[in-house]
Structures are given as structure tokens and as C-alpha cells.
């Protein structure tokens, strides 16, 4: 079956400093890759996403690409913010239907 | 415009009674979603519903658990006879379409149980 398996958390890290979370995943099929974002007493939403190997997503200076020789799609931001401190699911879909999730991991950065 | 929607946001109650959580979804999204998030963990799939096909509930825990959903709208999840480890925030996501094509599911904000 499909899993998603997430760098533990929580990660605190200094303002402007470099933020990688490790994905990686087992899936049948070509999966899409997903991260979504849960920001303190907001509902998750979709941070950026890749649906082929090779695919480079980003937003909000974050990026991840999907590496399928590795099965992973990391996490990346060059300079944080406080106000990227949130949870941070990585996700994938094989059906384009359901997503499995993997168990979040807890940024906080602090000023 | 309006987002997805879900009451109640909090809900309380005892072992053994049963609930019902609504969600609203997005004004003309064929596809719904419920997960299930308990403490410290990620989303678990519950339940889809992709417009007039069969809902997917592989995802539904135990015979405790059901939805409905009306047409292209509102949904409802009730689970019977609840135990504690039903405590967990119930997240609904609804999206344009579900299929080949990963649309983006756009979450509500979740209802809260506790399970005394």
C-alpha cells in the first residue's frame, strides 16, 4: 500500500535560517506529491504539489522536487520566516482521489 | 468566496452516545473527502464521495462509522456507540473533481471530538 514517512519534528530553527524537511514515500503506480500546510488555528492547505518525476513545486519560496530514483520529496526554503511556523504535512495521491498523509512535522521559528 | 464549512467546530460527548458532524463543501465540487486527524499523528482517509458513483469507504475504522451525502452537497459523518479513541479532529475536503487528475482539496477547518 501507499505511506509517507516524515522527518520527526518539531524543528526550531532562527529567522532567515534553512529549512529542509525530508520526505519520502512507497506508493504503487506514479504517485502525485503534495505538501500541504496547517498554520496555528487555520485549516491545511495546499503549499505546493508535483505530478510527474522531475517536477519542481514551489511557493511562497518553498520548494520541493520529486525525485523518483530516491522516492522523496523534500522540503526546502532558503531563508524562514516566523511566519512560516505551522505543521507541515507531505502528501501523496496515486488515485486522484485520497490522499495519504504522512504525521506532520511542527516548524517553529523564532525571531 | 465561501470555503469548505463544518459544524459543529467543538463537540463533546460521552462514551457509548452517538454523533453527527456536517461538512459544506465548496458550491459546485463533485468530490468529498473526510479524514480523521487524532493527537500527534497525520490524516487518515475515512470516506469519498465522487458525484452520483458509489462513495470509496475503505477507509471507515469500524461498522460505527457512516456518512451520507445529499447530491453535490452537504455531508454528514455520524458515528455510533462512540468510544474513546474516537477523539480526533474530523477534517472534510472537498475538490472539483476527483479521477485521474489530482485536483486540489481544499480543507474545512475541523470538528474537534472528545469523547468523555
Known amino acids: 500500500g501507499n505511506s509517507v514517512t516524515q522527518m520527526e519534528g518539531p524543528v526550531t530553527l532562527s529567522e532567515e535560517a534553512f529549512l529542509t524537511i525530508n520526505c519520502t514515500y512507497t506508493?504503487?503506480?506514479?504517485?502525485?506529491l503534495f505538501w500541504y500546510v496547517q498554520y496555528p488555528g487555520e485549516g491545511l492547505q495546499l503549499l505546493l504539489k508535483?505530478?510527474?518525476?522531475?517536477d519542481k513545486g514551489s511557493n511562497k519560496g518553498f520548494e520541493a522536487t520529486y525525485r523518483k530514483e530516491t522516492t522523496s520529496f523534500h522540503l526546502e526554503k532558503g531563508s524562514v520566516q516566523v511566519s512560516d511556523s505551522a505543521v507541515y504535512f507531505c502528501a501523496l495521491s496515486t488515485s486522484g482521489s485520497r490522499l495519504t498523509f504522512g504525521e506532520g512535522t511542527q516548524l517553529t521559528v523564532n525571531p | 468566496g465561501a470555503g469548505v464549512s463544518q459544524s459543529p467546530s467543538n463537540k463533546v460527548t460521552e462514551k457509548g452516545k452517538d454523533v453527527e458532524l456536517r461538512c459544506d463543501p465548496i458550491?459546485?465540487?463533485?468530490?468529498l473527502y473526510w479524514y480523521r486527524q487524532r493527537l500527534g499523528q497525520g490524516l487518515e482517509f475515512l470516506i469519498y464521495?465522487?458525484?452520483?458513483?458509489?462513495?470509496?469507504k475503505s477507509g471507515l475504522p469500524s461498522d460505527r462509522f457512516s456518512a451520507e451525502r445529499t447530491g453535490e452537497s452537504v455531508s454528514t459523518l455520524t458515528i455510533q456507540r462512540t468510544q474513546q479513541e474516537d477523539s480526533a479532529v474530523y477534517l472534510c475536503?472537498?475538490?472539483?473533481?476527483?479521477?485521474?487528475?489530482?485536483?486540489?482539496?481544499?480543507f474545512g477547518p475541523g470538528t474537534r471530538l472528545t469523547v468523555t
Open positions: 508535483a505530478t510527474k518525476a522531475d
Open positions: 458550491s459546485g465540487h463533485t468530490a
Open positions: 475536503a472537498s475538490s472539483l473533481v476527483g479521477g485521474r487528475t489530482p485536483y486540489e482539496q481544499y
Open positions: 506508493a504503487t503506480g506514479y504517485p502525485s
Open positions: 464521495f465522487q458525484g452520483n458513483s458509489a462513495p470509496d
